[in-house]
């Protein structure tokens, strides 16, 4: 029997790691993740977003994730994704998702930290590009 290609996640998503687990965030700095190519990637994008345990001791913090695109690896021409879901991660070891449509050929996650209260508060972030693979 065939393998539906819905449910074959193994020869069907592309994409890769754009902030790389253990990635750190601090003050109110965007971190910005690697450029991920998705010229062999079709229809929407995804960028799955994940954060650990915060230090410092925040009373609270607040993650805004989003997806960013360009037209080469240098970054050129980069501008949010015009058409994408919004996420916020506001508890330690959450995660979560951002869709969007892309009309450039790389994306990167962007991760940009809000934190209140603590002593020098941090928090780690990791982001994945993820899209289904062509089919010819």
Known sequence: MAQNPVYDLKNNVGGGVSLKPGTSLSG?????GDWIDCATLEGPVHGEFGVGSATGSPT?????????????????GSQ????QTTLALTADKTRGMVRGIRTMQYV??????????????TQSVVGHVMGQKQRY
Not at 62 to 72: F, G, N, P, R, V
Not at 80 to 83: E, S
Not at 108 to 121: D, H, I, L, Q
């Open 80 to 83: 949010d994704l015009a058409t």
């Open 108 to 121: 990167r996650c962007v991760a940009t930290p809000t934190f209140s209260g603590g002593s020098s508060p």
């Open 60 to 76: 609270s913090f607040s993650i805004a994730c989003k997806l960013q695109e360009a037209s080469d690896s240098s970054g050129t």
């Open 28 to 32: 109110s700095s965007a971190s910005n």
